[in-house]
T-cell receptor, first 113, second 114 residues
């Protein structure tokens, strides 16, 4: 059974800092991995989708990397801003799992002005 | 562009009552999903519909039924609500086939069962 872990569960940083959020998964036979952002009381917004054949994806100040063999992905946020404060979740789609995504528990990020 | 729209946003039920959560997407997506989100449990898939006319069980289907009314709409029904079904429910949709494409979420429906 695929298990997805995100550490730390919560993180507080001063504005302007570069930071890394971690996501690890137990079964490396994945099809893709997706990072989401969730604001309090809201739904999930897709940030980046990395296919298993890719090593990284970039969107603006966000960069996500994927190391399938070690079962890890990182989300790098450059020059953090208070508006980045949210919960960040990663989700993994296994090979042959079709429509089943397995989500991590999320990292709650607070960027202080 | 509305994306994925869920109704109602909030609902309080008594144990044993029934209700239907509605979901509609305007992105012409083939696949639609219902998840529940609980503290400490993350998001878990209840049911999904890979295409119009098909539905399949996810990880936690017990106590729920679904209907894929047409390509746009996918509803989730609780026939006899239980306190364990208190949760935030999210509908999502995806354009691609089973393994491809990004997932787009609605804003959630917060359900409390007393």
């Amino acid at each position: 059974k695929q298990e997805v872990t995100q550490i730390p569960a919560a993180l507080s940083v001063p504005e302007g800092e570069n930071l890394v959020l971690n996501c690890s998964f137990t079964d490396s036979a994945i099809y893709n991995l997706q990072w989401f952002r969730q604001d309090p009381g809201k739904g999930l917004t897709s940030l980046l989708l990395i296919q298993s054949s890719q090593r990284e994806q970039t969107s603006g100040r966000l960069n996500a990397s994927l190391d399938k063999s070690s079962g890890r992905s990182t989300l790098y946020i450059a020059a953090s801003q208070p508006g980045d404060s949210a919960t960040y979740l990663c989700a993994v789609r296994r090979n042959n799992a079709g429509n089943m995504l397995t989500f991590g528990g999320g990292t709650r990020l607070m960027v202080k002005p | 562009n509305a994306g994925v729209t869920q109704t109602p946003k909030f609902q309080v039920l008594k144990t044993g009552q029934s209700m239907t959560l509605q979901c509609a997407q305007d992105m012409n997506h083939n696949s639609m999903y219902w998840y529940r989100q609980d503290p400490g449990m993350g998001l878990r898939l209840i049911y999904y519909s890979a295409s119009e006319g098909t539905t399949d069980k996810g990880e936690v289907p017990n106590g729920y039924n679904v209907s894929r009314l047409n390509k746009r709409e996918f509803s989730l029904r609780l026939e006899s609500a239980a306190p364990s079904q208190t949760s935030v429910y999210f509908c999502a949709s995806k354009r691609g086939s089973a393994n491809t494409g990004e997932l787009f979420f609605g804003e959630g429906s917060r359900l409390t069962v007393l």
